[in-house]
Each structure stands twice: as C-alpha cells, then as structure tokens.
C-alpha cells in the first residue's frame, strides 16, 4: 500500500492542490492557465483510468471512449434539452458507467490480458464510428460545436465564468473537480476496498480463496473507473465547446493518455498527477514543431520510459528513500 499511495498521500494531495490554488492568482496568462486547465482535467482521466489499469491490473485500452460518452452525453444534452450543464455533467459521469457495466460483463470474465485489451480497444473504435456517422446529431467530424458552457456563479458578490476564453474561472472549476476526485479516490483506495485491488492484482486466486468476488468487484471498479473518466470528459466539453469524435476517441487522444499513465508510473497515487503534468505542457511545448510533433512526443515518452521504468513517482520516491538512509 505505501509503494501504491506513498508514505503520507493526505499532506502530499493537500500541498499540491495548495499550489496548485495559488497559481492562478500569480500567473495571468490566459494561455499558461488554459494549458494548466487542460492538465487537470487530462489529471482526473488518467487516474481514473490508472485506477483499473495500474492498480487493479486489468489491461483496458477502451477508457478513452467513456470519456467520448461523457463528452458527447453531457454536451448534447445540454444543447437539445435545456438542461443545465451543472446537471448534465452528473448525466454524462452516468452514462460513461452505465457504458462500464454493459461491457465490463462480458469482457471482464476473460482471464487474458491481451483479449481484455483487443476487445476493450475495439469498443472504443465502434464509439467513434457511432459518433462520426450519426451526423444529425453530432455533426460528425465536422464539429459538434455551440455546447453550452458551465453557468457562471456568483460567489459573495464576485460573478465567477466558466468556457473557453474564461481561464481564471475555468482552472478554478477544474481544480474544484481534481481535488474532489483525487480526495475520492484517496478514501476509497486507503480503505478495505484498496487492499482488495491490491489483493487481486497480486493474486487472484489467493484472492478467491478469500471468498473475494472477482467478477464482481471487477465490474464495480470498472464502473467506478468509467464514471470518473466520463466526469472528466463532461468537464472537458463545457470547457472546450466544441468536440469531434477523432479528437475526444482517437488514437491521439488513447497515446496522450496511456503515455501519461506510464510516464507518471502505472498504479501509484501520484503517477497519472505527474504524468499528466509535464506531458501536457511537453505536448503544448511541442506544438510549433507541426508534422514532427508527435514523433517528438513518442521519443520524450521513451526516455522516460527506459530512464524511470517506474515512472516518475517511482524514481522520486527512490529518491526519497535514498536521503533517508
């Protein structure tokens, strides 16, 4: 459990998110904050991704259409129906687990890996044709755009805005949710539940013989894990405004994340947070290189890779233990 959390999880959350609340009061560059928003929200994705790829061990490689589910749900329901993004993003969270559960059922009796991660990789390829083809309402690849973004708030006075070209309030909302899901999952995963996971990555069947439910607990994580990432993708929509089926469910967006997952290190609290962190702003970095950008990215992720095969949070926790002793 300390290799997975680190030695006191609750401080390191609550300093980072101390930082991380200061910084827009320090930075005023819309562009800097908007990069950092994008962060956040990519940081809700990979950990509840992270949640059943490093810490359960299932080798899911579909996560990213839950979030395209979220996206789109929330967006157009919000745009056809009136209702209020406060509300549809909960509905979009709802509809990436309801998604979880209906093909967790299935492909979570599998005991190979290899056929989980085809399977779940083919789900979300049938996401993206579905989005791109039904043009009535989601406009295909041309753009769903006109989405509603979240309702501003009047806090003591003071009228906080959300969506694009609202940086200040928008990193607000963001960081709200991150620390929100980040303090969830912080609960569940220091709890019973925690060492349950732990337990059945490790061993599933010494996890059996302990009368665990390993289709059961399986198809709950995973759901869980699915809400999350719909969350996050929800959030995204009402942020950015405009969604396509190849930028919300294509491989791009299956590389980005999986790399910051890895990058950060696979099943450890903190890893997706820093991952999440330095690819973004690498990805961002990255940018003016044009064609070249992404072969780019593919070697920065291999460095890391072979330099700190544990990731980032494993190498600064060697760190750690190194000036201990």
Do not use: C
Not at 167 to 189: E, K, M, Q, R, T
Not at 299 to 324: D, E, N, S, Y
Request: net charge positive; hydrophobic share 60%.
């Amino acid at each position: 459990m300390t290799e997975m959390l680190g030695r006191r999880p609750a401080l390191t959350l609550l300093l980072l998110i101390a930082v991380l609340a200061v910084i827009p009061f320090v930075v005023t560059n819309p562009y800097y904050l908007h990069v950092l928003t994008i962060f956040l929200l990519f940081a809700i994705f990979a950990s509840g991704w992270n949640l059943t790829l490093g810490i359960l061990g299932l080798k899911t490689l579909g996560h990213h259409a839950f979030f395209a589910l979220g996206a789109y749900g929330s967006a157009m329901l919000s745009h056809y129906a009136g209702v209020s993004p406060w509300a549809t993003i909960w509905v979009g969270a709802g509809i990436a687990a309801l998604a979880g559960l209906l093909i967790g059922v299935p492909i979570l009796r599998i005991r190979s890996m290899p056929h989980v991660a085809i399977v779940t990789l083919a789900f979300a390829e049938i996401i993206r044709l579905v989005l791109a083809n039904l043009k009535d309402w989601t406009r295909g690849e041309l753009g769903f755009w006109g989405i509603d973004a979240m309702p501003a708030l009047n806090l003591g006075g003071t009228v906080v805005e959300f969506g694009t070209g609202k940086p200040f309030g928008s990193y607000l909302l963001a960081l709200a949710f991150f620390a929100g899901v980040h303090a969830l999952l912080l609960v569940v995963l220091r709890g019973r539940i925690g060492l349950t996971l732990v337990a059945m990555r490790d061993s599933e069947l010494a996890a059996e013989s302990l009368a665990v439910d390993l289709t059961r607990w399986k198809l709950g994580v995973f759901a869980f894990s699915a809400a999350i990432v719909g969350l996050s993708g929800a959030l995204y929509a009402h942020y950015i405004q405009i969604l396509t089926p190849t930028s919300t469910v294509g491989p791009e967006m299956l590389v980005t994340l999986l790399a910051m997952i890895i990058v950060g290190g696979v099943g450890r609290f903190t890893g997706p947070i820093l991952g999440a962190l330095l690819l973004t702003v690498v990805g961002e970095a990255l940018r003016e290189f044009g064609d070249y950008r992404m072969l780019l990215y593919g070697g920065i992720v291999m460095l890391f890779v072979l330099g700190a095969p544990r990731g980032l949070a494993g190498w600064l926790a060697l760190i750690g233990r190194r000036r201990a002793a």
